[in-house]
């Protein structure tokens, strides 16, 4: 094989390994979920996700609704991730964050019992001002 040709063949191999790491964007569910207020083909495109990528794709999801200022949306979208991952640290950090920035809503919309459920404080303590 020329040296050219092994190049190309390890480009196209590297771009597909990436993709394969990458998986798909949530950008266009993220886009919808906001232009909708339907959060529920976004929480099942980061369900299809392997168990271990969950966490950080829900970060990644509710940090750009978060900084669109759709807190409300954002809460809903933080609630399923402190359900379904409750002991993941960023599920807490979120919590906090929810409390913290935005007392009224988190009245509002985080359940006394939810919270007794789901919130961590000795978990949540550990995280830094960025999650």
């Not at 099942?44 to 900084?67: E, F, Q, S, T, V």
């Not at 609630?79 to 002991?87: G, P």
């Not at 019992?113 to 978990?123: G, H």
Request: neutral net charge; aromatic residues 6%.
């Amino acid at each position: 094989m020329s040296p050219t040709l092994l190049v190309v063949v390890g480009l196209a191999l590297l771009v597909i390994v990436i993709w394969k790491l990458m998986g798909p964007s949530l950008g266009p569910h993220i886009a919808k979920a906001k232009d909708t207020g339907d959060l529920e083909p976004l929480i099942k495109a980061i369900d299809a996700l392997k168990p271990g990528a969950r966490p950080a794709a829900y970060n990644h999801a509710i940090r750009r609704i978060w900084d669109d200022y759709e807190r409300e949306l954002a809460i809903e979208l933080v609630k399923e991730l402190a359900k379904k991952h409750s002991d993941a640290l960023i599920a807490q950090y979120w919590l906090k964050q929810v409390m913290q920035v935005e007392p009224q809503m988190a009245r509002d919309c985080l359940e006394e019992e939810f919270l007794k459920r789901y919130y961590q404080p000795e978990l949540a303590a550990q995280c830094g001002p960025v999650g």
